[in-house]
């Protein structure tokens, strides 16, 4: 069976450099769409992912750092923490607060440190998802046709939603495309990794303060985490617990499993916005079972609403 053509524009039809665009948007959110000459997109950007930042900062008095005990205090402890996907506000946190004064003393955390803390490193997975946007937005073509009334999202809106849905709740990006049982699959075996493992925790894997770097890896299985922190993220340890190493690294492992899963849904609406077969499709040919041709969705690689 013969591939479909190709629909990625030659690098001198594009709207600018993918990577010039993902490195601006991972400094300054919103700084990659205003270099691909699309301010509203900038200001939209900009406008969430550093105001969620701020509000995170307020809520927290910038004391998320000082979860760190002092022997892991250094300029690249913090830098496995979500917040380091919106580089420009995480290095401004870090210089500004940093651990704490010096020399070091504990102190007391405001009474909403926990979710202000969720907030900055949500900013983080935020403007990750942005640089999804900006990078596709800037492979498309420099002449798009335009369509003022269309009300379905734009084409290269999609990958980013995929990704950003496949964060929110594992699976849902997979649902989102149709791939209805892949979805349940990953749903399925990550929550349930997720769950087994707070179990074994007993709940106390779900406290940023006691755990910061298995926190920062689970908490990229996005709202089971996060409803399950704002629930019972508080309870009390009031015994030996011989199964929390365990149950920390299943929690743990559950998150980073998921970017896996956020990685297969780009790839998927990549290939079916630029017209790139799909392993599926490249398998069902090889094996003589891709006599119906390549599938795509309505309208991809069509011009995109302003």
Known sequence: MAAAPSKIPPPSTRRGDPNVAVILTWFLPGAGHLYLGR????????GVVEGIYALGLWLSDGMAFEYLDAELRSALAPVLSPEAGNLGAFLW???????????????????????????????????????????????????????????????????????????????????????????????????????????????????????FYYWAGQFLLGLPALASELIVGDAPVAGELPLVEVGLVFACVAGMLNVLAMIDVFGWQEAELFGLPKRGEERAAAEGGGAQGSRTSPGAGEGEAA
């Not at 301010?39 to 900009?46: R, S």
């Open 39 to 46: 301010g509203l997109w900038a200001l939209a950007v900009f």
């Open 93 to 211: 946190q870090l210089r500004r607060f940093g651990f704490g004064p010096e020399p070091w003393y504990p102190r007391p955390f405001p009474p909403y440190i926990g979710l202000g803390s969720m907030l900055t490193a949500l900013s983080g997975v935020l403007n990750i998802v942005a640089m999804v946007h900006a990078h596709v937005l800037a492979r498309m073509p420099a002449t798009l046709p335009r369509a003022p009334h269309a009300t379905s999202v734009p084409a290269s809106a999609r990958p980013a939603l995929a990704v950003g849905l496949a964060w929110l709740v594992p699976g849902l990006g997979h649902l989102y495309q149709g791939r209805r049982l892949r979805a349940l699959l990953v749903l399925v075996t990550l929550v349930g990794l997720f769950a087994l493992g707070t179990l074994l925790a007993h709940g106390s894997n779900l406290s940023r303060e006691r755990h």
